[in-house]
C-alpha cells in the first residue's frame, strides 16, 4: 500500500545515546516532515524539507538533525538523547496542492527515555 | 503557548447525542485541515476548508471556517461509538502546517 513508513516503531534509549529515526515514501511527494506529539500539546514540527536537498527548522529543532537523503527519504537523527525528547515521532509528506490532499502521515515511532 | 486552541480538551458522551469541537486563533490562514488520530497510528486528513464562510458535510459531520478564516468548528450529529478519537486542527501557515492541541472524544454505548 502507498503511504509513509517509518522505523522503527518502538525504541527505548538511555540518556546520551543516539539513534536515527527512518522515513520513507512512495507517493513521489516533494514536501517531508517530521513533528513530535506530546500529551495535550498536539503535534509540533521539528523539521521539514520542502524539496529534496533542501532541510528547514520547524518550532522544536533543538537537539535534532535531519537528511533529506533522496526524494523517498528524510530520517532524523538524535545526537545525544534527552529524557525531555521522550514522545512519538510522526514522519508526514505532502503534494499540493494541500487544500486538496493534506498530509500524510506514518503511523509513529513511539521513543522513550531513561 | 499555541497557535491554534481547541476546545474542549476532552469529552465524553453517549452515544446518540451531539457535539461541537472548537478551533480557535488570532492568527488568519490560507486554509485549516481537520485530522482524526486513532491510538497507535498517525492523524488522517479529514477535511480541508479554505474559503471563510464556507461549510463543508462528511456524514454526520459538519465543518465550518470562520468568515475571518482564524476560527473553525466540526460539530458531530448524533454520534457514534466508532467516533471515538482524537480531532486536531491544523492551520496552514505558508508551507508549514500548525496544530491544535486536539480533542480527544469518547462515545459511550
Known amino acids: 500500500n502507498a503511504g509513509v513508513t517509518q522505523t522503527p516503531k518502538f525504541q527505548v534509549l538511555k540518556t546520551g545515546q543516539s539513534m536515527t529515526l527512518q522515513c520513507a515514501q512512495d507517493?513521489?511527494?516533494?514536501?517531508m516532515y517530521w513533528y513530535r506529539q506530546d500529551p495535550g500539546m498536539g503535534l509540533r514540527l521539528i523539521y521539514y524539507?520542502?524539496?529534496?536537498?533542501?532541510?528547514d527548522k520547524g518550532e522544536v529543532p533543538n537537539g535534532y538533525n535531519v537528511s533529506r537523503l533522496n526524494k523517498r527519504e528524510f530520517s532524523l537523527r538524535l545526537e545525544s538523547a534527552a529524557p525531555s525528547q521522550t514522545s512519538v515521532y510522526f514522519c508526514a509528506s505532502r503534494s499540493p496542492p494541500v487544500e486538496v490532499r493534506g498530509y500524510t502521515f506514518g503511523s509513529g515511532t513511539r521513543l522513550t527515555v531513561v | 503557548t499555541q497557535l491554534l486552541e481547541q476546545s474542549p480538551q476532552f469529552l465524553s458522551i453517549q452515544e446518540g447525542e451531539n457535539l461541537t469541537v472548537y478551533c480557535n486563533s488570532s492568527?488568519?490562514?490560507?486554509?485549516l485541515q481537520w485530522y482524526r488520530q486513532e491510538p497507535g497510528e498517525g492523524p488522517v486528513l479529514l477535511v480541508t476548508v479554505v474559503t471563510g464562510g464556507e461549510v463543508k458535510k462528511l456524514k454526520r459531520l459538519t465543518f465550518q471556517f470562520g468568515d475571518a478564516r482564524k476560527d473553525s468548528s466540526l460539530h458531530i450529529t448524533a454520534a457514534q461509538t466508532g467516533d471515538t478519537g482524537l480531532y486536531l486542527c491544523?492551520?496552514?501557515?505558508?508551507?508549514?502546517?500548525?496544530f491544535g492541541g486536539g480533542t480527544r472524544l469518547m462515545v459511550k454505548p
Open positions: 524539507s520542502a524539496s529534496e536537498g533542501t532541510t
Open positions: 507517493m513521489n511527494h516533494n514536501s
Open positions: 491544523a492551520g496552514s501557515l505558508g508551507r508549514m502546517l500548525t
Open positions: 492568527s488568519v490562514f490560507s486554509s
